[in-house]
């Protein structure tokens, strides 16, 4: 069984997402499936079929959940240091050719997004970038095409 690793602010929002499908939308959607077969024949019944749906969705989303925070590793950011480029890091990028900075933080798949300036550990730029050393110049192959940085900041918070 493979570990996924995360950060204590990920895995605590996994758990919250679970909590919240189990005690909350489950009971939500149980009450709507109710309420559905009330109204008489199963068979030509739009609501009973798209809570039907939704119960699916939902319980196929907890089991999910349920599997990636039993294989979670917890990494706790702020007991790292260095100025090497690992999981958990938050990197500030000169890109070469623009002089353009910009800082991302290497956290683990089910935490990642972009606006929020986290990136996956699986990511084209994660994978470049992870075990360089600050002041290194690194190449990315992005889908705008090959893009030079310069790695001007590593740092744990």
Same mark, same amino acid.
């Given at each position: ?9 990920? $895995?605590?929002?996994? *758990?919250?997402?679970?909590?919240? @499908?189990?005690?909350?939308? @489950?009971? @939500? ?9 009330? $109204? +008489? !024949?199963?068979? *030509?019944? /739009?609501?009973? $079929? /798209? ?10 989303? %907890? /089991? ?8 979670? *590793?917890? %990494? !706790? #950011? ?5 100025? &090497?480029?690992?999981?958990?890091? &938050? #990197? &500030? ?25 986290? %990136? ?10 992870? +075990?360089?050393?600050?002041? &290194? ?7 705008? +095409? /090959?893009?030079?940085?310069? %790695? ?6």
């Amino acid at each position: 069984m493979e570990k996924i690793p995360m950060t204590a602010g990920g $895995h605590a929002a996994l *758990e919250s997402e679970l909590k919240q @499908r189990q005690q909350v939308d @489950r009971q @939500r959607i149980i009450a709507a499936i109710s309420e559905a077969r009330a $109204h +008489g !024949d199963l068979s *030509e019944n /739009a609501e009973y $079929h /798209a809570a039907k749906e939704q119960q699916a969705l939902n319980e196929g989303r %907890i /089991a999910d959940l349920e599997d990636k925070l039993s294989r979670a *590793e917890i %990494i !706790d #950011v702020a007991k790292l240091s260095g100025d &090497t480029v690992k999981f958990g890091a &938050t #990197v &500030t990028l000169i890109d070469e050719d623009t002089e353009e900075e910009k800082s991302w933080q290497i956290v683990g798949d089910m935490e990642a997004d972009a606006k929020a300036g986290r %990136i996956s550990i699986s990511s084209p730029m994660a994978r470049a970038l992870i +075990g360089k050393k600050l002041g &290194t110049s690194v190449e990315v192959v992005t889908p705008k +095409g /090959a893009r030079s940085y310069e %790695i001007a900041d590593v740092r744990f918070a």
